[in-house]
């Protein structure tokens, strides 16, 4: 449903976008920080008001429904900190029809929205039915997992060039290369003049990279996570594309949702009209909650790690991630070069990062989850981004879909069989003396 109340505290978004330059001035942004702090050079206020956006729950006078994963941001990602990793796992299905991926959208695919408000009255008089978003009979792809992943350092990936991931795409040997998995942006991020709608930009965040940018993630996420949908404004256009309500299994208007108002039918939703007028002469923003997720993320600090003294368990583990025969570093990346901020999207430039990923996507084998969009090839199905290590001893469940809290079993489980990527560093690990394994994971731990 369309968001009705709105927390306007935008006028302080400006402030913390004061590039510094690159080079000597580079600043490391671990530096003393602790889990969920704010990067160097935010607006203490306006985060912390952004955070307390991120961590409202939501009501059905809010707009939250009529089908919805959770009712706020932070009751998935709050692991360590606001803005973390979270128990939430979420379910998505599929069938491959003639070799090809088919999300079903007709039934509301990929993605179920795994509650619904049941009967509700968003106005006296006005009685809904929610119904509940079920896997349909004739997934073969069923209930796959996607695990909550953590937001720490994000806008900081953000604000990378798309040259960048080509450059560590070119670094990476021909075995484990990656790829990097240009998309069309849907919601241009206004506070990066440079995106347009409809352009391509790499894609970078979620599980599979398959969205280019903060700001669409977090309209995206109101809308199928929470229920609520919003229009922003790029260059005086409304963007609607994420103003139309999930219905129960795409039900037909009005058959669940039982005379109850569609937010993108003109005329019955004032509040819709009011925000795409708000568009007029050329307009660039974001709606408020959705602006406001924004920039809390965008200006959540990278997790810090932990010391590592020379010559120590963990110093030799450090060696093993990048020894040649384990390779883990060869996708795990932290390449000094590539991993600088630029002030794009309002993060301060020269802020040198290690987020041990290449936020590309490989060939995973087995262990890809086996979703797609309608129409990618069964190989692009098994396609995963890189999943980046930093702040990994603040995380519980690991993998995709959360299948362990071990380590040591998620790295076994990179032998994604013939064509996986993963197979050779899942081979080689399981080569490694039991000292060797547990100088690994001493490293791993400092992360
Ligand atoms: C029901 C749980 C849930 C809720 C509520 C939720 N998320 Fe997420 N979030 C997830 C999961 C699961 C993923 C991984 C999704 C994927 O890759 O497909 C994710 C991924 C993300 C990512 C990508 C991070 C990365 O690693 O690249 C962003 C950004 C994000 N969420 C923002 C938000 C915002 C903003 C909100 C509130 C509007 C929100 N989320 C609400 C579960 C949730
Ligand atoms: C070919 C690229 C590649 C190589 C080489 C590689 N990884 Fe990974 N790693 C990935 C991908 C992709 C994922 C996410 C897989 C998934 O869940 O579907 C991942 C996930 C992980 C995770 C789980 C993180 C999380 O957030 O759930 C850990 C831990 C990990 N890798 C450690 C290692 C270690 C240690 C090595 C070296 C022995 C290694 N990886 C080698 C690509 C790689």
């Known amino acids: 449903m369309l968001k009705r109340t709105l927390t306007v505290l935008w006028a302080a978004t400006a402030m913390g976008a004061v590039g510094c330059g690159q080079g000597a001035d580079d600043v490391e942004s671990t530096e003393g920080a602790i889990l969920g702090d704010a990067l160097p050079g935010t607006n203490a206020a306006a985060f912390a008001a952004a955070r307390a956006n991120f961590s409202l729950t939501e009501t059905v006078q809010d707009g939250a429904g009529p089908i919805f994963n959770e009712r706020s941001c932070s009751a998935c990602h709050s692991n360590g900190a606001t803005g973390g990793a979270g128990q939430n796992i979420e379910r998505r299905y599929g069938r ?121 993630f977090s309209a995206d996420a109101y809308l199928n996570e929470m229920g609520i949908t919003t229009s922003s404004c790029n260059f005086g256009v409304a963007n609607r594309s994420f103003g139309t309500e999930n219905r129960s299994n795409r039900a037909p208007t009005n058959a669940l949702i039982n005379g109850c108002p569609d937010d993108l039918v003109p005329g019955t939703d004032d509040d819709f009209a009011t925000e795409e007028n708000n568009c007029a002469g050329g307009v660039n923003e974001l709606q408020d909650d959705v602006a406001n997720f924004t920039f809390f993320m965008t200006h959540l600090a990278a ?131 039991t000292a060797q394994k547990s100088d690994l994971l001493a490293f791993l731990a400092t992360l």
């Open 303 to 433: 997790p810090p790690a932990v010391p590592i003294a020379a010559g120590s368990a963990q110093d030799r583990g450090r060696t093993l991630f990048g020894s040649a025969a384990l390779q883990c570093s060869g996708c795990h990346r932290s390449d000094p070069d590539i991993f600088v901020s630029t002030a794009a999207g309002g993060v301060q430039a020269g802020i040198v990062f290690t987020p041990y990923s290449d936020f590309l996507v490989h060939d995973m084998g087995t262990l890809g989850d086996g979703i797609g969009n309608t129409g990618d090839t069964v190989a692009v199905t098994r396609r995963m981004r890189t999943a980046p290590l930093w702040g990994l001893r603040s995380r519980n469940l690991l993998l995709h879909d959360g299948r362990t809290s071990d380590r040591g079993a998620a790295i076994a489980a990179h032998n994604g069989g013939a064509n996986g990527q993963g197979t050779a560093a899942a081979a080689a690990y399981s080569a490694l003396t």
């Open 96 to 216: 491959v029809v003639n070799g090809l991926f088919d999300a079903m959208e007709s039934t509301g695919g990929s993605l179920r929205q795994l509650f619904g408000l049941g009967g509700f009255n968003p106005s006296p008089g006005l009685n809904c039915q929610s119904g509940v978003d079920t896997l349909p009979a004739g997934a073969t792809i069923r209930d796959s997992g996607r695990l909550t992943t953590p937001l720490f350092g994000l806008g900081l990936v953000d604000s990378l060039p798309d040259a960048r991931f080509d450059t560590l795409a070119s670094r990476e040997p021909a075995a484990i290369r990656g790829i990097v998995n240009r998309v069309s942006i849907v919601m241009a991020n206004p506070a990066d003049a440079s995106q347009r709608n409809g352009a391509t930009r790499v894609g970078r965040f979620g599980w599979k990279a398959g969205v280019s940018n903060l700001g669409q």
